[in-house]
């Protein structure tokens, strides 16, 4: 169900995503906020770099470091292919698992499917207001 769940929210953020031109995805539409499509894009890439890929034991670098949010210099056509190649290695390793199963960190599958989602389910919200500021798109 986590895994199902997963490729959902997935699905969520690439229709957030779609039919924007690059600035559209780069744009901070609350003033107060660094938060943009590609910037939480961006954390979403980190995230499964630093739960699924560590845990199938990959010592990959966090992309954007702690500085995702700084989308001035993004290409976000190249950010969003990062992010989906990601989570299909994220996949593989999730596929290769079963939820008990210790991974190179010393966790489970379970909390770290459990930290991901709650990470998804977080953000998916931010980018239905970000994308209605962005072009008055509302999601379901």
């Known amino acids: 169900m986590a ?6 929210m ?10 924007l031109s690059d600035e559209q995805l780069k744009t901070r539409p609350v003033p107060t906020s660094e938060l943009s499509l590609i910037g939480l894009v961006r954390h979403l890439t ?3 770099e630093s739960r699924l890929l560590w845990y199938g034991g990959e010592e990959i670098p966090l992309t954007w470091g702690r500085h995702h949010f700084d989308v001035t210099d993004a290409d976000p056509q190249s950010d969003l292919e990062t992010w989906s190649e990601r ?6 390793i999730a596929a290769a698992a ?4 210790v991974g190179a960190k010393g966790l489970s599958l379970r909390p770290v499917l459990s930290s991901l989602l709650y990470e998804y389910e977080r953000h998916t919200g931010h980018m239905d207001i970000l994308r ?4 008055g798109s509302v999601g379901e």
């Open 98 to 101: 079963a939820v008990d199963d």
């Open 46 to 48: 980190n995230m499964v």
């Open 87 to 92: 989570c299909a290695r994220g996949n593989a």
């Open 132 to 135: 209605e500021l962005i072009d």
């Open 10 to 19: 997935r699905a969520t953020v690439a229709e957030k995503c779609a039919g």
């Open 3 to 8: 895994v199902g769940r997963l490729a959902f």
